[in-house]
């Protein structure tokens, strides 16, 4: 009886397990129009093999969330030499790992970059930067200022690359 118990206990655990990957099936899909606006939507396999589209319902337009798709891309272009933690098109937020120039290994910085609706504006993108120095004879790291001006000329830098993107584009179409 117990033995039955134990096999029947496996085979629910199976069960669930085959369950939630089947369910996990599907992708992101990210487009970019010809204004520059990126639109991520979602697909999933239906139990009937066919697919089936699924869209987030954002604040520009119901049934799309959309961001500037030349600041998106000139933000990941920006920071491509830093390791890439996370990066969310649905939302428009980039989030990077620690980096330590190689110049001074005793430093490292993170940085946050939200990129804010579909239009490409100066004030669509916003930098969150962080600073850590090591310390002490155990080498921790500790919290440090970083310097105001920093945040705002990488906020540039990834303004810059957008533009330069939308000129590229706009001359590539005549």
Same mark, same amino acid.
């Given at each position: 009886?117990?033995?039955?118990? $134990? ?19 599907? @992708?992101?899909? /990210?487009?970019?129009?010809?204004? @520059?606006? /990126? ?21 520009? /337009? ?11 891309? @000139? ?8 390791? $890439? ?38 004030? @669509? ?7 850590? /120095? ?28 957008? =533009?330069?993107? =939308? ?8």
């Amino acid at each position: 009886m117990a033995r039955s118990v $134990l096999t029947i206990g496996k085979a629910a655990g199976v069960a669930l397990a085959a369950s939630l990957l089947v369910a996990g099936c599907g @992708g992101t899909k /990210t487009t970019v129009d010809q204004g @520059g606006t /990126t639109t991520a939507s979602t697909s999933t396999i239906a139990p009937e093999g066919q697919r089936r589209a699924f869209t987030t319902v954002g604040a520009a /337009t119901p049934g799309r969330i959309e961001v500037n798709g030349y600041l998106w891309r @000139g933000a990941l272009d920006a920071l491509s030499f830093m390791p $890439l933690q996370s990066a969310d098109p649905y939302g428009g937020a980039i989030i990077t790992d620690w980096y330590s120039p190689p110049e001074t290994p005793n430093e490292r910085f993170k940085v946050n970059a939200l990129v804010q609706g579909a239009e490409l504006r100066a004030d @669509g993108v916003k930098v969150t930067m962080f600073r850590q /120095t090591r310390e002490g004879p155990a080498g921790q790291w500790k919290d440090a200022e970083v310097d105001k001006a920093t945040p705002i000329d990488l906020e540039n830098v990834i303004l810059a690359r957008a =533009r330069e993107l =939308r000129q590229q584009r706009t001359t590539a179409a005549q």
